[in-house]
């Protein structure tokens, strides 16, 4: 069974901190994504990282894929409030098409 | 283009009962997925609908069934609620199956059993 594990699972810091969320895995997955859900909506994609060592950078977020495709990494330079939010690691099921995910990580950040 | 939306928002049922939940795909979108969203976890594949044919399956009981229709929106059904089935429903598109990871959400319908 594929599992995506997540940490921490809580976060709770102060604008302007950095912080990194790690997404791990025995399996290894051709592809992984990260997104972001705000109570009461779904999942936003934030990035897909495919190639092994990838490093991807969406304004203060930097993803990475690990060399094996079994961990990823997504990284918060200087957080703001606006950051709050679910972060949700997913990977691709053994199936192909559908998507495994990770428990999230609950990011606040205050002011 | 129309983004992927969900209906209704919330609904609140009783142990037994029936209960359909409706999904618009975005627009060009081929392929529906839907999740299960429990509370503190991340969202469970139930399945994935491509061209009016279930095209994968998760760990989840006969109880719960889907269509899609030939506009490519989907409905998925849940028979005999039970308590454990109080979740928010996520649908997601894709543009077809090779783009099947990148998928796009709705805002998901919160079902609360009783």
């Known amino acids: 069974t594929q599992l995506l594990e997540q940490s921490p699972q809580f976060l709770s810091i102060q604008e302007g901190e950095n912080l990194t969320v790690y997404c791990n895995s025995s399996?290894?997955?051709?592809?992984l994504q990260w997104y972001r859900q705000e109570p009461g909506e779904g999942p936003v994609l934030l990035v897909t990282?495919?190639?092994?060592?990838e490093v991807k950078k969406l304004k203060r977020l930097t993803f990475q894929f690990g060399d094996a495709r079994k961990d990823s990494s997504l990284h918060i330079t200087a957080a703001q409030p606006g950051d709050t939010g679910l972060y949700l690691c997913a990977g691709a099921g053994q199936a192909g098409t559908a998507l495994i995910f990770g428990k999230g990580t609950t990011l606040s950040v205050s002011s | 283009e129309t983004g992927v939306t969900q209906s209704p928002t919330h609904l609140i049922k009783t142990r037994g009962q029936q209960v359909t939940l409706r999904c618009s795909s975005q627009s060009g979108h081929n392929t529906v997925s839907w999740y299960q969203q429990a509370l503190g976890q991340g969202p469970q594949f139930i399945f994935q609908?491509?061209?009016?044919?279930?095209?994968g399956r998760g760990n989840f009981p006969p109880r719960f069934s889907g269509l899609q229709f030939p506009n490519y929106s989907s409905e998925l059904n849940v028979n005999a609620l039970e308590l454990d089935d109080s979740a928010l429903y996520l649908c997601a598109s894709s543009r077809n199956l090779d783009a099947g990871l990148e998928q796009y959400f709705g805002p998901g319908t919160r079902l609360t059993v009783t």
């Open positions: 609908y491509y061209r009016e044919e279930e095209n």
């Open positions: 990282v495919v190639t092994g060592g």
């Open positions: 399996s290894v997955f051709s592809s």
